[in-house]
């Protein structure tokens, strides 16, 4: 079940950000955002152009992570942390 849910996540987020990948590559290799283990991003250096990409991220982020919870019937909080772990490992800043 936990590779599912990892499998199913990771699926997700890819077909979430295609049209803010470009953006969102920028921000991190320009070192704006990171990855949280909470499996949110935060803004390292805050201008109104960073915080709006985290937040649009984020908001798509918590709507896949809340589906997958659901589905899954597990806590939100275990699909974020586990998220979380899995960018992290994926984008090391």
């Known amino acids: 079940m936990k590779k599912t849910v990892t499998l199913i996540l990771f699926g997700l987020l890819l077909i979430c950000q295609p049209a803010m990948a470009m953006d969102l590559d920028s921000a991190r290799s320009q070192g704006l955002v990171r990855e949280t283990a909470a499996g949110y991003l935060a803004p390292v250096k805050s201008s109104p152009e960073v915080q709006k990409l985290v937040n649009n991220i984020n908001a798509e982020r918590k ?4 589906q997958i919870a659901q589905r ?7 699909v974020e942390q586990r998220a979380g772990k899995k960018l992290i490992k994926k984008n090391p800043n």
């Not at 899954?72 to 275990?78: G, K, S």
């Open 72 to 78: 899954t019937n597990t806590q939100l909080n275990v």
């Open 63 to 66: 709507q896949v992570y809340q």
